[in-house]
Protein backbone atom coordinates (compact mmCIF):
# COMPACT_ATOMS: atom_id res chain seq x y z
CA UNK A 1 0.00 0.00 0.00
CA UNK A 2 1.17 3.69 -0.59
CA UNK A 3 1.68 5.68 2.05
CA UNK A 4 3.71 9.25 3.04
CA UNK A 5 5.64 9.38 6.31
CA UNK A 6 6.07 13.51 7.00
CA UNK A 7 9.11 13.53 9.91
CA UNK A 8 8.04 16.24 12.44
CA UNK A 9 4.46 17.59 13.15
CA UNK A 10 6.05 21.19 14.04
CA UNK A 11 8.86 23.09 12.33
CA UNK A 12 10.10 26.26 13.77
CA UNK A 13 12.76 28.41 11.90
CA UNK A 14 13.50 31.90 11.96
CA UNK A 15 12.38 34.20 9.49
CA UNK A 16 15.17 34.19 6.82
CA UNK A 17 16.22 30.86 7.77
CA UNK A 18 16.30 28.05 5.58
CA UNK A 19 13.04 25.97 5.44
CA UNK A 20 13.03 22.32 5.29
CA UNK A 21 10.14 19.81 5.77
CA UNK A 22 11.00 16.28 5.18
CA UNK A 23 8.45 13.67 3.15
CA UNK A 24 9.24 9.79 2.93
CA UNK A 25 7.03 7.90 0.48
CA UNK A 26 6.44 4.16 0.55
CA UNK A 27 6.22 2.52 -3.03
CA UNK A 28 6.86 -0.35 -5.50
CA UNK A 29 6.03 1.60 -8.40
CA UNK A 30 7.32 5.12 -9.59
CA UNK A 31 5.34 7.57 -7.72
CA UNK A 32 3.66 11.05 -8.40
CA UNK A 33 4.16 13.05 -5.27
CA UNK A 34 3.00 16.42 -4.44
CA UNK A 35 3.24 19.28 -1.49
CA UNK A 36 0.14 21.01 -0.16
CA UNK A 37 -0.13 24.05 1.79
CA UNK A 38 -3.11 24.93 3.82
CA UNK A 39 -3.36 28.16 6.06
CA UNK A 40 -5.94 29.00 8.70
CA UNK A 41 -8.98 27.95 7.85
CA UNK A 42 -8.65 27.75 4.07
CA UNK A 43 -8.60 24.74 1.62
CA UNK A 44 -5.52 23.11 0.64
CA UNK A 45 -3.35 24.73 -1.86
CA UNK A 46 -1.24 22.83 -4.41
CA UNK A 47 2.33 24.35 -3.71
CA UNK A 48 4.12 21.85 -6.21
CA UNK A 49 4.43 18.24 -7.87
CA UNK A 50 6.50 15.64 -9.16
CA UNK A 51 5.45 13.41 -12.09
CA UNK A 52 7.98 11.55 -13.77
CA UNK A 53 9.67 14.67 -15.45
CA UNK A 54 12.67 16.80 -13.57
CA UNK A 55 13.81 15.64 -9.98
CA UNK A 56 14.01 18.89 -8.84
CA UNK A 57 10.74 20.72 -8.98
CA UNK A 58 9.84 24.22 -8.63
CA UNK A 59 6.78 25.63 -6.69
CA UNK A 60 5.12 28.85 -5.72
CA UNK A 61 6.31 30.97 -3.53
CA UNK A 62 9.81 29.89 -3.65
CA UNK A 63 9.23 26.08 -2.77
CA UNK A 64 11.28 23.57 -4.28
CA UNK A 65 11.48 19.97 -3.57
CA UNK A 66 14.13 17.54 -5.19
CA UNK A 67 12.82 13.37 -5.74
CA UNK A 68 15.26 11.18 -4.30
CA UNK A 69 14.33 7.68 -5.43
CA UNK A 70 17.26 6.17 -3.75
CA UNK A 71 16.33 7.74 -0.65
CA UNK A 72 12.73 7.48 -1.58
CA UNK A 73 12.16 10.72 -0.31
CA UNK A 74 10.90 14.44 -1.34
CA UNK A 75 12.05 16.97 0.97
CA UNK A 76 10.03 20.71 0.78
CA UNK A 77 12.79 23.34 0.95
CA UNK A 78 12.83 27.18 0.97
CA UNK A 79 16.15 29.28 1.06
CA UNK A 80 14.71 31.82 2.98
CA UNK A 81 11.48 31.47 5.18
CA UNK A 82 8.93 34.79 5.71
CA UNK A 83 6.62 35.27 8.10
CA UNK A 84 3.75 34.38 5.26
CA UNK A 85 4.95 30.38 5.15
CA UNK A 86 3.55 30.17 8.49
CA UNK A 87 0.92 27.28 7.64
CA UNK A 88 0.05 23.48 7.58
CA UNK A 89 2.19 21.74 4.92
CA UNK A 90 0.91 18.14 3.52
CA UNK A 91 2.71 15.28 1.90
CA UNK A 92 0.96 13.40 -0.73
CA UNK A 93 1.09 10.45 -3.19
CA UNK A 94 -0.35 8.58 -5.77
CA UNK A 95 0.66 5.97 -8.86
CA UNK A 96 0.06 6.15 -12.33
CA UNK A 97 -0.74 2.87 -12.58
CA UNK A 98 -3.77 1.78 -10.07
CA UNK A 99 -3.10 4.75 -8.40
CA UNK A 100 -6.37 6.44 -10.09
CA UNK A 101 -6.88 9.94 -9.11
CA UNK A 102 -7.02 9.08 -5.37
CA UNK A 103 -3.55 10.92 -3.03
CA UNK A 104 -2.73 9.23 0.23
CA UNK A 105 -1.90 12.49 2.66
CA UNK A 106 0.80 12.66 4.94
CA UNK A 107 0.25 13.81 8.82
CA UNK A 108 1.13 17.84 7.98
CA UNK A 109 3.53 19.36 9.47
CA UNK A 110 3.12 22.85 11.10
CA UNK A 111 5.18 25.43 10.57
CA UNK A 112 6.30 28.40 12.26
CA UNK A 113 8.06 31.39 11.34
CA UNK A 114 9.61 33.23 14.22
CA UNK A 115 11.13 36.99 13.77
CA UNK B 1 -12.99 28.86 -13.62
CA UNK B 2 -14.69 29.28 -9.73
CA UNK B 3 -12.82 26.91 -8.00
CA UNK B 4 -14.51 23.97 -6.34
CA UNK B 5 -17.45 25.59 -4.21
CA UNK B 6 -18.59 24.05 -0.85
CA UNK B 7 -21.84 25.46 0.81
CA UNK B 8 -22.09 26.22 3.50
CA UNK B 9 -19.14 27.40 4.81
CA UNK B 10 -20.24 27.27 8.60
CA UNK B 11 -22.67 24.95 10.10
CA UNK B 12 -24.13 24.68 13.82
CA UNK B 13 -26.59 22.19 14.78
CA UNK B 14 -28.14 20.44 17.43
CA UNK B 15 -26.98 16.80 17.98
CA UNK B 16 -29.71 14.60 16.39
CA UNK B 17 -30.18 16.94 13.57
CA UNK B 18 -29.83 16.11 9.82
CA UNK B 19 -26.72 18.26 8.35
CA UNK B 20 -26.44 18.51 4.49
CA UNK B 21 -22.96 19.99 2.92
CA UNK B 22 -22.48 20.52 -0.67
CA UNK B 23 -19.85 20.72 -3.49
CA UNK B 24 -20.08 21.78 -6.55
CA UNK B 25 -16.28 20.44 -8.61
CA UNK B 26 -14.58 22.63 -11.27
CA UNK B 27 -16.87 22.49 -14.06
CA UNK B 28 -15.19 19.09 -16.74
CA UNK B 29 -13.03 17.50 -13.49
CA UNK B 30 -14.48 13.65 -13.05
CA UNK B 31 -13.24 12.84 -9.99
CA UNK B 32 -14.79 14.41 -6.87
CA UNK B 33 -13.61 13.42 -3.09
CA UNK B 34 -14.76 14.53 -0.03
CA UNK B 35 -12.33 14.87 3.13
CA UNK B 36 -12.86 15.10 6.99
CA UNK B 37 -10.37 16.97 8.67
CA UNK B 38 -9.81 16.67 12.53
CA UNK B 39 -6.92 17.98 14.91
CA UNK B 40 -6.96 14.39 16.18
CA UNK B 41 -7.76 12.53 13.60
CA UNK B 42 -5.89 14.79 10.66
CA UNK B 43 -7.30 14.66 6.93
CA UNK B 44 -9.06 11.53 6.36
CA UNK B 45 -10.54 10.45 2.90
CA UNK B 46 -14.36 9.82 3.31
CA UNK B 47 -15.51 8.94 -0.43
CA UNK B 48 -14.60 9.54 -3.63
CA UNK B 49 -16.45 9.47 -7.12
CA UNK B 50 -15.73 8.87 -10.47
CA UNK B 51 -18.20 10.38 -13.32
CA UNK B 52 -20.78 10.62 -10.77
CA UNK B 53 -19.97 7.05 -9.31
CA UNK B 54 -18.55 6.25 -6.35
CA UNK B 55 -15.64 4.45 -6.16
CA UNK B 56 -14.56 4.06 -2.46
CA UNK B 57 -16.77 4.38 0.71
CA UNK B 58 -14.40 2.34 2.87
CA UNK B 59 -13.53 5.67 4.53
CA UNK B 60 -17.16 6.50 6.10
CA UNK B 61 -17.23 6.18 9.07
CA UNK B 62 -20.75 4.91 10.06
CA UNK B 63 -23.86 4.65 8.42
CA UNK B 64 -24.92 7.60 9.57
CA UNK B 65 -22.91 9.13 6.67
CA UNK B 66 -23.78 8.90 3.40
CA UNK B 67 -22.87 10.89 0.11
CA UNK B 68 -24.37 11.53 -3.60
CA UNK B 69 -23.74 12.64 -6.34
CA UNK B 70 -26.58 12.72 -8.91
CA UNK B 71 -24.91 14.97 -11.89
CA UNK B 72 -21.01 15.89 -12.76
CA UNK B 73 -21.66 19.59 -11.28
CA UNK B 74 -23.21 18.49 -7.69
CA UNK B 75 -22.78 16.30 -4.98
CA UNK B 76 -23.89 15.84 -1.30
CA UNK B 77 -22.54 14.81 1.65
CA UNK B 78 -25.50 13.86 4.56
CA UNK B 79 -25.10 13.29 8.07
CA UNK B 80 -28.39 11.64 9.94
CA UNK B 81 -28.65 12.06 12.69
CA UNK B 82 -25.37 14.07 13.51
CA UNK B 83 -23.08 13.85 16.55
CA UNK B 84 -21.11 15.64 18.38
CA UNK B 85 -17.94 13.84 17.26
CA UNK B 86 -18.93 14.84 13.60
CA UNK B 87 -17.53 18.49 14.45
CA UNK B 88 -14.96 18.84 12.06
CA UNK B 89 -14.16 20.64 8.47
CA UNK B 90 -15.50 18.97 5.91
CA UNK B 91 -13.39 19.52 2.35
CA UNK B 92 -14.57 18.76 -0.78
CA UNK B 93 -12.20 18.45 -3.85
CA UNK B 94 -11.99 17.22 -7.30
CA UNK B 95 -9.75 16.36 -10.19
CA UNK B 96 -9.44 15.90 -13.79
CA UNK B 97 -8.05 12.39 -15.17
CA UNK B 98 -7.43 13.06 -17.93
CA UNK B 99 -4.53 15.81 -16.71
CA UNK B 100 -2.33 12.90 -15.52
CA UNK B 101 -0.99 15.05 -13.24
CA UNK B 102 -3.84 13.41 -10.87
CA UNK B 103 -3.60 17.02 -8.57
CA UNK B 104 -6.64 17.86 -6.56
CA UNK B 105 -8.25 20.87 -6.09
CA UNK B 106 -9.54 21.90 -2.87
CA UNK B 107 -13.07 24.00 -1.40
CA UNK B 108 -12.48 26.21 1.08
CA UNK B 109 -14.21 23.82 3.39
CA UNK B 110 -17.50 23.41 5.30
CA UNK B 111 -16.98 23.57 9.41
CA UNK B 112 -19.61 21.99 11.18
CA UNK B 113 -20.12 22.11 14.88
CA UNK B 114 -22.60 19.84 16.51
CA UNK B 115 -23.86 20.68 19.57
Known amino acids: AQSVTQLGSHVSVSEGALVLLRCNYSSSVPPYLFWYVQYPNQGLQLLLKYTSAATLVKGINGFEAEFKKSETSFHLTKPSAHMSDAAEYFCAVTFSTGGGNKLTFGTGTQLKVEL | DAGVIQSPRHEVTEMGQEVTLRCKPI?????LFWYRQTMMRGLELLIY????????DSGMPEDRFSAKMPNASFSTLKIQPSEPRDSAVYFC?????????????FGPGTRLTVT
Open chain 2, 49 to 56: FNNNVPID
Open chain 2, 93 to 105: ASSLSASGSYEQY
Open chain 2, 27 to 31: SGHDY
